[in-house]
Structures are given as structure tokens and as C-alpha cells.
């Protein structure tokens, strides 16, 4: 009223429903992104925030459906507001669980050539081998110097890998050569005299008289062999 003029207006208000909120992810491992699915309802725009501040920049998104790689294991609170407009929203918050990797071990070995040798895995509940075998430990025979993977896996699914060695060593050249025939592995002799038989080629030797010397003097009483 104006002077006692009148005039009339209107104004049409309009209620919008207001938008639910929510979200679901992934299940993740260290080191793996994960991925939110927005499930909200009558939203048209989302601001995300992780609760991971170490991630810097890659904390925050506006995607509808973003992915995000925890900067390490442990627990998060993961906010999500989203709305048809910033004075109509809704806010939802959870928290997820991002599962450490496991550390797995696994033993080395040195043998000597036809020896065989038992790697044994450790730090997870499953593994798998580049033999494929799938039990903790494995037990070969190789011929060579070899390297076998094996993976761990945790009971969430999350899985890293290591490398176990067995060294192997080739077999010594052991020759016996005697006082009488230093070139030969074996000795002649007159009944009554003796003889001084000498190994080479390995750096410790054990006879089959129990002497621990590379070189043995015997005078046997008839032919004899000595291992």
C-alpha cells in the first residue's frame, strides 16, 4: 500500500524433495584406488573429501563417481555432500578401511649340485609359487643357481611378492695321486712298505681311514682300496 494505492504480487515457491545421500566403495589395499559409487538420490552435483590429507590436491573431487588412492593403510573418514544446489543438500559420511599389504619372506638356500633344498614363505595367509605350488614351502632340486617368486596373499586380498635363491655349487674334482705314481690314483708296492697317498682338488677332505688330511701313509697287507 502506497498513498493508499494497492498492488498485488505473487510469488510461486517451490519445494523440491530434499536429496538422500549415499555412497558405496570398493574394498582396497594399500597402494590400489578404490572406487566411490554414488548412489544418491536427486542430486546433481558432489563434493567429495577423502579424509586424507597426504594425498594434497587428490583429496577432494567433484565427480559423481571419483577414485582415490589412500596415501597408506589404515582408517579414513570419507565425506560425501551432494544436492540439487548448495542450500538443498544432503551429507553422508563413512568409513573406510584401507588393509596394509602383507610382508612377505621368504628363506635362501646354498647347495651343492644333485642336493636338494626347502624355500619357505612367511607373512601372509596364502601363497603361490612361480613352481606352482600354493603351500607355504616348496622343496627343488635345481641344477643350477635358481630363483623362485612366490606371492602372498592376505585374508582381505591383498597381495605382494619376493624372491627366494638357491645358490648351487658345483661338485669338486677329487684325484688321488701316490708317492709312487704321483699321476694316478692308485700305488704299488712291495709287502711291508708303505705308501702316502695324496688328494687335491677340493679344500677338505675326510678318508674312509678316518683321517681328515688331504694325504694318508699306510702299509697295508694286501691290495686295498681307500675311499
Known sequence: VTNGCIATDTVRVAV?????TQFTNTSVCQGTSTTFTDQSIGSSFWQWNFGDPASGVDNTSTLQNPMHTFSTAGSYTVTLISGSQPTCS???????IVNPLPVVTVSSATICAGSSATLTASGANSYSWSTGTTTDSITVSPTSTTSYTVTGTTSFGCLSTTVGTIVVNPLPIVTIGSSTNPVSNSATICMGQSATLTASGANSYSWSTGATSDSITDNPASNTSYT
Not at 523440491?16 to 538422500?20: M, N, T
Not at 544432503?90 to 568409513?95: E, P, S
Open 16 to 20: 523440491v524433495p530434499k536429496p538422500i
Open 90 to 96: 544432503d551429507t553422508v559420511i563413512q568409513t573406510v
